[in-house]
């Protein structure tokens, strides 16, 4: 039977692969060239059904921190990812995406104060190493706006997972989830109305099946079991897992539109799941989230929801 801290890490690995599927959704199913409309209809109606439910608001100091939170893990994580998913082969998008492990690494050693060891920079960067191999192909077309917003969302998603780390949760997980999205959905409607123009008049079916599955399974769950990762895992950690989006996305488009599989992408996988490996075959015991023990008494009706 599977300890409590490896069932901890198999479903807090189940967001980057959902996330995974994003590429293919926003090729196949969005409409083109509406990035920040995909960003905004992704994270805020999930946020807003999530408040209704759990009917929670933030007190105090955070309602300026889930501001943060949701701007940085949200907001403009998506409008970049999006921007990088529309102008980047998703394979030069992954490959930088992929430095995220590093990021988280380096931040969280001065943030936080968890350790930068050699093990996990050489994790990081034989992750790296392993997404190139996986999803990088010779002719990949880069362009410099999809490059910078792709390494940018990288950066802002990696501040977020160090920060949710450091400030801990004052209430319970889909609470604090809904929060952000909330604040990330809000940040990013009026940036997409003022730079794409209102929405389509007109959706397919198929448009509305990609909002659909991105806003609840890519958003609502998929964020409600990331953050729970965040929460009770090293920062480290939770960010190698990351490593699993690109390799779904690569598994994603071989099984749908039968590409093949070269010999050096398989290395790249192999190199990829053996880091995933090596990095979680002994999963560190769960931490206190936030520099405070008493986080969840903040809150004497908060339930501490896993």
């Known amino acids: 039977m599977l300890s ?10 189940v967001a980057p692969c959902v996330w995974g599927t994003t590429y293919l959704v926003t090729s196949e199913l969005l409409p083109p060239d509406r990035p920040l409309l995909a960003a905004a209809l992704r994270s805020l109606p999930a946020g807003v059904l999530l408040v209704i439910l759990v009917r929670r608001l933030p007190t105090g100091c955070w309602w300026w921190r889930a501001g943060i939170l949701g701007v940085l893990n949200i907001g403009v994580f998506f409008a970049l990812l999006f921007i990088a998913a529309y102008r980047l082969p998703g394979g030069v998008a992954a490959t930088i995406g992929a430095v995220q492990p590093l990021l988280v690494a380096v931040l969280a050693s001065g943030w936080i104060g968890e350790k930068l060891t050699p093990v996990k920079l050489t994790a990081g960067v034989t992750g790296l190493i392993g997404v190139a191999m996986l999803v990088l192909q010779a002719q990949a077309r880069l362009d410099l706006v999809g490059v910078i917003a792709a390494l940018s969302g990288a950066v802002a998603m990696a501040s977020g997972v160090v920060l949710t780390k450091k400030w801990g949760r004052p209430d319970t997980l889909l609470a604090t989830t809904s929060w952000q999205l909330v604040a990330g959905g809000l940040f990013l409607a009026p940036i997409a109305f003022l730079v794409e ?9 198929p448009n509305i099946a990609g909002y659909l599955y991105l806003g609840v399974i890519g958003t609502a769950v998929a964020y409600t079991l990331w953050f729970r990762g965040v929460h009770l895992l090293p920062a480290s950690t939770t960010a190698i897992l990351g490593l699993l989006s690109p390799l779904v996305a690569t598994l994603a488009g071989w099984a749908v539109f039968n590409q093949t599989l070269t010999s050096g992408q398989l290395i790249g996988a192999i190199i990829i799941l053996s880091t995933l490996v090596l990095s979680t075959i002994r999963p560190p015991q769960s931490t206190t989230p936030g520099p405070y023990p008493a986080a969840h008494q903040t809150n004497p009706k908060a339930k501490n929801a896993r």
């Open 4 to 13: 409590k801290q490896w069932m901890v890490l198999l479903l807090t690995a």
């Open 197 to 205: 123009g209102p929405p389509p008049q007109a959706l397919t079916l």
